[in-house]
């Protein structure tokens, strides 16, 4: 009995004593830690600001700050889970489009080039567009839009990327469906022209001479001053009409030269967190 009695002893001596403080102190000193770049100390900061005081108007402030902590610490899968948690308790909160926003900013800044998995590009678009449906005249609307542009773009990139594997290995009709998927699917994207030459290409590799006339004369209608549809009419006529020591770029072969590739824009995120 007696040693059972020396080891709870030993036991809450070692716990550190539980002292509840201020809301505002909590809070403050949190918010210190964040402007001094102690990102983790801050996410604690704001976690025991919910801790302690659950019922007050700063825990709801905390949760929101704990996940922008975590995303300025570089802590995605933290942030998003904060954030899920924010957004599914508080709906309807003022700050609820910064959250679905920053939410978007997890994902898009862990987007992979486009020989990579896309998995973070597709998670960025469906949170970027839930903004905008949801919240369509916030601020955060705005830039929203402007990345859902680049993530589209970006998932042509990789649609492309494949399209152009396939045409180097003489697949051309696993070639020319993906090159319809960018057409079809990201058609204001800037892969569009390409892809409609790919087509080009691929159809008079399959000896299907109208079928690629009659893409050409689409990429022509839709982009009469793209360089795409000057070598798509030099293939299709047979005929070159760009001079040879002025080439707009080096023409792709499929194999002596690489093709463009998508690139993701990075933008940098001023620090952004006086929210209220």
Known sequence: MALCTVLVACSSDDEPEYVERPVEDLYNDAMDSLEEGLFFSAAQGFDEVERQHPYSKWATKAQLMAAFAHYQNGKYDE????????????????????????????????ISDVKRDQKMTELALKTFETLIARFPESKFAKDARVKLDLTYDHLAGKTMEIGRYYLRQGHYLAAIN???????????????????????????????????????????????????????????????????????????????????????????????????
Not at 79 to 99: C, E
Not at 212 to 224: D, I, M
């Open 79 to 110: 942030a998003i889970v904060a954030l899920d948690r924010f957004i599914q308790l508080h709906p309807s909160n003022r700050d609820a489009p910064y959250a679905h926003y920053l939410k978007g900013l997890c994902y898009y800044e862990q």
């Open 178 to 276: 993906r090159f319809h998927a960018v057409v079809d699917q990201y058609e204001t994207t800037t892969h569009s022209p390409e892809a409609l030459h790919r087509i080009v290409e691929a159809y008079l590799a399959l000896g299907l001479t109208d079928e690629a006339k009659r893409t050409a004369a689409v990429l022509g209608h839709n982009f009469p001053g793209s360089e795409w549809y000057i070598d798509a009419y030099q293939l299709v006529e047979g005929k070159r009409i760009r001079p040879e020591d002025k080439p707009w770029y080096q023409v792709w072969d499929g194999d002596s030269a690489e093709p463009p590739k998508a690139q993701k824009i990075e933008t940098k995120e001023e620090p952004w967190y006086k929210i209220w």
